[in-house]
């Protein structure tokens, strides 16, 4: 069993739409949860963070957080061609010491 | 400018010759760590550290020794590299392990 599992899309979505993405984990004890975008070709950078349950807002971009059902999701609005990438959920997991990430759902955001 | 430097970018070796990603970041983070990026299998984490001289193994130890002789360098030593071994390398960074990591560019190795 996956630790940390996503849909790998492509999940494609209009220009101006809202995209959904989501991520569940096996580990109860985990305590952060990050997404991170990733360019074809590029490295993997930070988005969102997320460490208590409920909704976290920083601009276009919310992260939810559900630990008694084990599921994180971002939420981006008004979706721009420039969203088009892959997005990694990651959670510290196994004593908080090791980060484990999903394998990525791929977004595309059509003009 | 903050940063997670690694070197080299693009690498072409044989099997079994003994090579070194170097890994230095500049933020004074205390936790670094590999990790390898497969085509349909993601990030995983080979090794990583929580401080100088304190490492430990992550999901895909096998084929590769790490060090922390110093805070700021987390290189990856792959002692006899063998095919399976060719894979796209991130090394990153994160004040400690529960903080977002920041990444390096990336290794690219092709093992022959």
């Known amino acids: 069993q996956k630790e940390v599992e996503q849909n790998s899309g492509p999940l494609s979505v209009p220009e101006g739409a809202i995209a959904s993405l989501n991520c569940t984990y096996s580990d109860r004890v985990s305590q952060s949860f990050f997404w991170y975008r990733q360019y074809s070709g590029k490295s993997p950078e930070l988005i969102m963070s997320i460490y208590s349950n409920g909704d976290k807002e920083d601009g276009r971009f919310t992260a939810q957080l559900n630990k008694a059902s084990q599921y994180v999701s971002l939420l981006i609005r008004d979706s721009q061609p420039s969203d088009s990438a892959t997005y990694l959920c990651?959670?510290?997991?196994?004593?908080?010491?090791?980060?484990?990430f999903g394998t990525g759902t791929k977004l595309q955001v059509i003009p | 400018e903050a940063q997670v430097t690694q070197n080299p970018r693009y690498l072409i070796t044989v099997t079994g010759k003994k090579l070194t990603v170097t890994c230095s970041q500049n933020?004074?983070?205390?936790?670094m760590s590999w990790y390898r990026q497969d085509p349909g299998l993601g990030l995983r984490q080979i090794y990583y550290?929580?401080?100088?001289?304190?490492?430990d193994k992550g999901d895909v130890p096998e084929g590769y020794k790490v060090s922390r002789k110093e805070k700021r360098n987390f290189p990856l030593i792959l002692e006899s590299p063998s095919p399976n071994q060719t894979s796209l390398y991130f090394c990153a960074s994160s004040p400690v392990e529960y903080q977002p990591q920041h990444f390096g560019d990336g290794t690219r190795l092709s093992i022959l």
């Open positions: 990651a959670v510290n997991s196994g004593g908080y010491q090791k980060v484990t």
């Open positions: 933020m004074n983070h205390e936790y």
């Open positions: 550290s929580m401080n100088v001289e304190v490492t």
